[in-house]
């Protein structure tokens, strides 16, 4: 696995698939000591307003392979 650091580009997985089915890109804003990750997440626009939003993970899980609430590299092409 690659070593998590601050400003990399990572995708999120949301907690909730039937909204946010696809991966939302991230960034990584932390790496604790033990390896843990704080994310800001790129959110799509939400209708009415269009306004895209940004939220904060703190302590964001990695896995692997794409998982609902954690994040992964993005696929290499």
């Known amino acids: 696995m690659n070593k998590p650091t601050v400003n990399r580009s990572v995708h999120f997985q949301?907690?909730?698939p039937e909204l946010?089915?696809?991966?939302?890109a991230a960034i990584i804003t932390a790496v604790g000591d033990d390896g843990s990750t704080d994310l800001t997440?790129?959110?799509?626009?939400?209708?009415?307003t269009g306004a895209a939003t940004l939220q904060g993970r703190i302590g964001a899980p990695?896995?692997?392979?794409?998982?609902?609430?954690?994040?992964n590299w993005p696929p290499r092409i």
């Open 41 to 48: 997440i790129f959110m799509p626009p939400i209708p009415p």
């Open 20 to 24: 946010y089915p696809k991966p939302l």
């Open 14 to 16: 949301h907690e909730t």
């Open 62 to 71: 990695f896995s692997e392979n794409p998982k609902p609430g954690h994040w």
